[in-house]
């Protein structure tokens, strides 16, 4: 069961160096219903809890810009362990977004952002970036190209089983990201057009030292060394070409291609 209160106070009347504003806060609180610790204690009963101030304005240059500062409290974690009636307590985190965009209706655009947070069961930190930029050649021709990038330090996950299948094992690890995406737009008229988006993808994840799941959610070290290869290198390239035709008022005809490698 969640539950939750918002708070929130928007300037729209346009002053000085802005169109409009707004602020907001949040809070929430979840709890179980019926238990699913395997030993049903009324502790592992509470799931998270947490607030967050955020806010966001628009300039009268039409730039936009925002942050959010989130605070979480202690979480058992039911999913992380992968094993029903299992919990995985982690610690309190805190966290801080920023972003910008520019003026849209201009020739060229960009936006940025980044992320950080901070805590955990192992003080990890986490930063993630992103920019993009689009640029509009005429009415009917557009290109974009988007890239994130994500860089975690000491997180807390699940690795595996021990080879008895009895003891959840969990990692400190490092995971590394970049994702890069390419949009182009042509519209041969207002009815009709063709997009075509590429996205390549490439994550790697580096275990740093193992850890067995307590049955209190705390992690220990294992009784017996864990060896398999938990290391992840995981890289694609997907390819999505859409060509749309609006031939009557609310009926379209539509081809679509894909590719991933």
């Known amino acids: 069961m969640e539950q939750g209160a918002w708070a929130g106070y928007r300037w729209n009347k346009p002053k000085n160096w802005y169109n ?20 049903k204690r009324d502790k592992f009963m509470f799931q998270y809890a947490g607030y967050n101030i955020n806010g966001n304005a628009q300039t009268k240059k039409l730039q936009g810009f925002g942050f959010n500062v989130t605070r979480r409290a202690r979480k058992n974690d039911f999913y992380e362990a992968r094993y ?9 985190t805190g966290s801080l977004s920023l972003w910008y965009e520019s ?27 992103g920019i993009s930029g689009k ?17 975690i330090h000491n997180q807390a996950g699940w690795a595996g089983y021990e080879a008895t299948g009895d003891k959840t094992i969990f990692s400190r690890r490092d995971v590394q990201g970049v994702e890069n995406i390419s949009n182009l737009k042509y519209s041969f008229t207002n009815k009709m057009g063709i997009t075509l988006r590429t996205r390549h993808y490439w994550s790697k994840v580096t275990p ?3 850890y067995e799941l307590g049955t209190d ?32 008022q609310g009926s379209f005809f539509s081809i679509v291609w894909k590719d991933i490698g």
């Open 20 to 39: 409009q504003m707004q602020l907001n806060a949040n809070f929430w609180y979840s709890n179980l219903v019926t238990p699913i610790d395997i030993l």
């Open 84 to 92: 029903y009636g299992r919990v995985f307590t982690n610690t309190p």
């Open 103 to 129: 003026n849209s209706v201009k020739k060229f655009s960009w936006t940025s952002s980044f992320y950080g947070q901070t805590g955990g069961v192992f003080k990890g930190k986490n930063f993630e970036y």
């Open 135 to 151: 640029i509009r050649f005429n009415s009917k021709f557009s290109i974009e190209q988007v890239v994130n990038m994500t860089n």
């Open 208 to 210: 740093l030292q193992f």
């Open 217 to 248: 959610g705390d992690l220990k070290n294992p009784a017996t060394a864990f060896t398999q290869d938990v290391r992840k290198n995981y890289n694609f390239l997907s390819v999505d070409m859409v060509y749309n035709w609006q031939f009557a």
